[in-house]
């Protein structure tokens, strides 16, 4: 009996190596995306109209972009962001699924008063953050922004397309 274990074990061994090659091969040719700017973008604080952040801007506002979103990149520079623009203003839910970095996520209604921000959501994770309110956009950029720059609900958002 042991001299069939032995060889079952090992050969279950070398088939789970394959399989983890085939798997790391298969991760590797996933094309990381890069940053297109489309765009600029400015956080303002509401008590006073000072503007606290300048970013360039990509855009979602298809299907495809907004269900990738940051997915498959490895980082993001802290000048830059996503801006999700939806047609309906409604209580609305991300995730974290395929994204690689940390993000604050800022909801924004369509007076493009900020709603709520959630801080420092966790990468890969697929668990839904919801927003506070209903939202028209969404703002998505490297975690820990938005308190360095010290906005909170009800400040603003403006942008530009280019």
């Known amino acids: ?39 600029e973008l400015v956080l303002i604080k509401n ?18 972009q907004t269900r990738t979103g940051l997915m498959y990149r490895k980082s993001m520079d802290n000048d830059k962001g996503m801006l999700f623009i939806f047609d309906e203003e409604v209580k609305r839910g991300f995730y974290m699924k395929n994204t690689e970095f940390a993000l604050d996520i800022i909801y924004i209604n369509s ?3 900020i709603v709520n921000i959630a801080k420092n959501a966790v990468p890969f994770n697929t668990t839904t953050i919801p927003s506070e ?12 922004l938005s308190d360095k720059w010290g906005i909170k609900k009800g400040d603003l958002v403006d942008w530009t397309r280019q």
């Open 47 to 64: 008590e006073n109209d000072s503007i606290v952040a300048n970013l360039e801007i990509e855009i979602a506002d298809d299907d495809y």
């Open 111 to 113: 007076d493009k008063k």
């Open 1 to 39: 009996m042991k001299r069939i274990w032995i060889p079952l074990v090992l050969a279950a061994f070398i088939g789970l190596s394959e399989g983890c090659k085939e798997k790391t091969q298969s991760q590797s040719l996933t094309k990381e995306v890069t940053f297109t700017k489309e765009g």
């Open 133 to 144: 309110g209903p939202a028209k956009y969404v703002l998505e950029v490297n975690a820990g």
